[in-house]
């Protein structure tokens, strides 16, 4: 059974962890494209990258589970993230609050997301229609989509990093797929329309 920490796993037939060296090389490219698709944003994926590495090494046990490892190391990156996030809204609620009544709203934007012509340099296998279509998913349809698509995880594996019934992420994915494929046809037709017009 998994303990109350998240950060732990089952160690029913445990063996020996691999060398820090090993566990790097063979999980930092995996590692750094959750962090880039979580985050859309490249400072942000490398401190997300680097307390990820730092937080596996400090709670890593003697002894693990190898085919529980891959997925502990992607619950550890998600809890991180979604720590920001909330240390994130506190402080926009903090400043919000504090800035209210000098009618400075204005000066709060929406983060600048990287372009999707560097994100072709990260990412091969999506083109940028694509990226940008995930880039705008809801929060949750966007991490399973990523973990199953991109990460490579069975949907019972996303319910263990992101902690949700195996149903809730079978509806999430649905709908994250429906949307692009929504997204991306609109998209097609707008492109269809406009080479139209241009040959006019």
């Excluded at 506190?90 to 983060?111: D, G």
């Excluded at 694509?130 to 990523?146: D, H, T």
């Excluded at 698509?149 to 709908?175: A, N, W, Y």
Aim: hydrophobic residues 35%; proline residues 4%.
């Amino acid at each position: 059974m998994k303990s109350e920490n998240t950060d732990t796993f089952d160690c029913r037939k445990p063996t020996a962890a691999p060398p820090f060296e090993v566990l790097y090389q063979k999980y930092k490219n995996a590692v750094y494209s959750y962090a880039y698709h979580l985050t859309r944003d490249r400072q942000e994926a490398d401190d997300l990258f680097q307390e990820s590495w730092l937080r596996i090494v400090r709670k890593m046990p003697e002894q693990v589970i190898i085919d529980s490892l891959r997925s502990w190391i992607f619950t550890i990156i998600t809890n991180i993230y979604r720590d920001d996030l909330r240390r994130k809204k506190i402080r926009r609620l903090y400043l919000s609050r504090k800035t209210k009544n000098l009618q400075a709203e204005e000066s709060f934007h929406p983060q600048q997301w990287i372009s999707p012509q560097a994100a072709d340099r990260e990412i091969t296998d999506l083109n940028r229609q694509i990226f940008s279509a995930v880039n705008r998913l809801p929060e949750k349809q966007r991490m399973v989509f990523i973990l199953k698509e991109l990460s490579g995880f069975k949907q019972k594996d996303i319910g263990d990093i992101l902690k949700m019934p195996v149903g809730t992420v079978k509806s999430l994915m649905h709908r994250a797929v429906k949307r692009l494929q929504q997204e991306l046809a609109a998209s097609r037709s707008e492109f269809s329309r406009m080479r139209g017009q241009n040959e006019v």
